[in-house]
Nanobody, 126 residues
Framework: QVQPVESGGGLVQAGGSLRLSCLAS????????MGWFRQAPGKEREFVAAITWSGDSTYYTDSVKGRFTISRDNAKITVFLQMNSLKPEDTAVYYC???????????????????WGQGTQVTVSS
């Protein structure tokens, strides 16, 4: 069982950057693909990015391609989301989750992930 804990959120101006971290305790972390999701007020949770257990493959939703980078450090049991060129529409609570089902790539974002963290708020002002 992986227990993610997110951090690194905050308030930033449009065009700025933030780096989110997800500390994922649990012995199986290093063998699991991990993902970042976000949920804006009044909207459903949406997929942002995912990374394989080895870090050799990544997958992004179109709206963040070229701006966000997912990475991981298995020795530190941590997944990162580097967010650059932030826009007001990136404002949301960001969640980290472990892939608990499926083995194809890219993963199915709606059904493959579980073990959610509590989230970290990202607010981008215009």
């Amino acid at each position: 069982q992986v227990q993610p804990v997110e951090s690194g959120g905050g308030l930033v101006q449009a065009g700025g950057s933030l780096r989110l971290s997800c500390l994922a305790s649990g012995r199986t972390f290093r063998w699991l693909a991990m993902g970042w999701f976000r949920q804006a007020p009044g909207k459903e949770r949406e997929f942002v990015a995912a990374i394989t257990w080895s870090g050799d493959s990544t997958y992004y939703t179109d709206s963040v391609k070229g701006r966000f980078t997912i990475s991981r450090d298995n020795a530190k049991i941590t997944v990162f989301l580097q967010m650059n060129s932030l826009k007001p529409e990136d404002t949301a609570v960001y969640y980290c989750a472990a892939r608990i089902a499926g083995n194809s790539w890219p993963p199915h974002p709606l059904s493959d992930f579980g073990s959610w963290g509590q989230g970290t708020q990202v607010t981008v002002s215009s």
